[in-house]
Every structure is written in C-alpha cells, then in structure tokens.
C-alpha cells in the first residue's frame, strides 16, 4: 500500500470502487484529503479518501477508496500556433457578408 500523497487536480491514482482496482483520474480537490475521481469508464466517484486515513468502520463501509498515487496525467501542448489559420476568408467577401447581415438587421431583405 502507498503512503498518502496530497494530490492536485490531473493526477492519477488507483482507487477502489466496490472491491474493484480501477485507474482514476482527480478532477477536484474538495477539501485537505478528499478527492472527486473520474473512473476510466467515465463514473464520478465524490468524497474519496486514501484507504489509510479511513478509520476500521469506514473501512468496511466505505465503497471506494484511494490505494495508490500511479503518476500524473501529461497534457499535451499543441505545436501549432492557435492565432493562425490556414483557411482566412476573403476581406471583400468579408465586407460583402457584413453589409448583407446590416441590411437584413434593418430590415432589407432583397430575395
């Protein structure tokens, strides 16, 4: 068993949901040491807590616990600048498209 680890939002832990290992990601820090988990399958687990902090009632009540820090998530950066586009539009057909929304905003609509 792991020793407890303060963990931040985007690390990954293997937690125990009704007696089942699972890997979960954290999506929030709730409080000291409670965690909201995301489960691979998608299942949100609240209020989870490391296995060594629970007390010998919890530990047989509780359905799901923290049993291991397994690392944390790499989120990956985009190599491509995010301000440019290959696929611009034309600043005539700009203008043209604006005037067309003014005209149709006052109310002139040629068909």
């Known amino acids: 068993m792991a020793r407890k680890k303060k963990l931040k939002v985007g690390d990954l832990v293997r937690a125990y949901f009704l007696g089942t290992p699972d890997r979960c990601e954290v999506i929030e820090v709730t409080d000291k040491n409670l965690y909201k988990l995301r489960m691979s399958s998608g299942t949100i687990l609240p209020g989870v807590t490391w296995h060594t902090l ?3 009632k919890e530990k047989k009540n509780k359905p799901w ?3 291991a820090y397994l690392g944390h ?6 190599t491509e600048d995010q301000n440019t586009s290959q696929n611009t539009t034309d600043t005539d057909k700009l203008k043209e498209a604006i005037n067309i929304q ?3 905003v006052k ?3 040629d068909k």
């Open 54 to 56: 629970l007390n010998a």
């Open 65 to 67: 616990y923290i049993d």
């Open 107 to 109: 109310g002139k609509i």
């Open 73 to 78: 998530k790499q989120i990956t950066k985009s």
């Open 102 to 104: 003014k005209n149709f």
